[in-house]
């Protein structure tokens, strides 16, 4: 079974700029998460999508976004960029259902901001 | 707030010795599940091990052991015959509703 993938892998933008990343899960995983991971301020939660809903959401400001698609894909939107937002971008899949709750993370985006 | 601490940042160990790394969460939730994940220089984070904390036996996988003390909220890992591969950075978690919050990592130098 094919594992979480993400794309792009490496992506560079300006500052003021928006960007999309996206994340495919595992075949049958329902719940997709996504976390930022920074030297300052290591691993943080975002947000987690289950079924196309929005189900948890960590302490970010708005100008982070997401959401999901019938077929479990997710994709996470930064809007207007700050140099703060340079970070490894890792997206986490999960059946969530019963006793298969752990989350298999992809290989992340890494993003540059300049 | 919940928080997980992990006290040392570096560790070295021998090829073939064990060597164990601590962790300790703070919750006050009582449903929660605790994990242990690698993160090798290649950033790909691998689930390492699970621990369900209504459990009361410790789970095992393999070389991978943790000792889980529910009451001092404790959570180590202990690596057995450690390999040139288990070379990693180190992260305990606990997750609740699907969130994980992590510690801020132990790096785990395996050595000839």
């Known amino acids: 079974k094919a594992g979480v993938t993400q794309t792009p892998r490496y992506l560079i933008k300006t500052r003021g700029q928006q960007v999309t990343l996206s994340c495919s899960p595992i075949s049958g995983h329902r719940s997709v998460s996504w976390y930022q991971q920074t030297p300052g301020q290591g691993l943080q939660f975002l947000f987690e999508?289950?079924?196309?809903?929005?189900?948890n959401k960590g302490n970010f400001p708005g100008r982070f976004s997401g959401r999901q698609f019938s077929n479990s894909r997710s994709e996470m939107n930064v809007s207007t960029l700050e140099l703060g937002d340079s970070a490894l971008y890792l997206c986490a899949s999960s059946h969530s259902l019963g006793e298969t709750y752990e989350q298999y993370f992809g290989p992340g985006t890494r993003l540059t901001v300049t | 707030a919940q928080t997980v601490t992990q006290s040392q940042p570096e560790m070295s160990v021998q090829e073939a010795e064990t060597v164990t790394l601590s962790c300790t969460y703070d919750?006050?939730?009582?449903?929660?599940?605790l994990f242990w994940y690698k993160q090798p220089p290649s950033r790909q984070m691998i689930l390492v091990i699970r621990?369900?904390?209504?459990?009361?036996q410790n789970a095992t996988e393999n070389r991978f052991s943790v000792n889980f003390q529910k009451a001092a909220k404790s959570f180590s890992l202990k690596i057995s015959d450690s390999q040139l591969g288990d070379t990693a950075m180190y992260f305990c978690a606990f997750m609740i509703m699907s969130k994980l919050t992590f510690g801020t990592g132990t790096r785990l130098q395996v050595t000839l």
């Open positions: 621990q369900e904390a209504y459990k009361q």
């Open positions: 919750t006050s939730e009582n449903n929660y599940y």
């Open positions: 999508y289950f079924s196309e809903t929005q189900r």
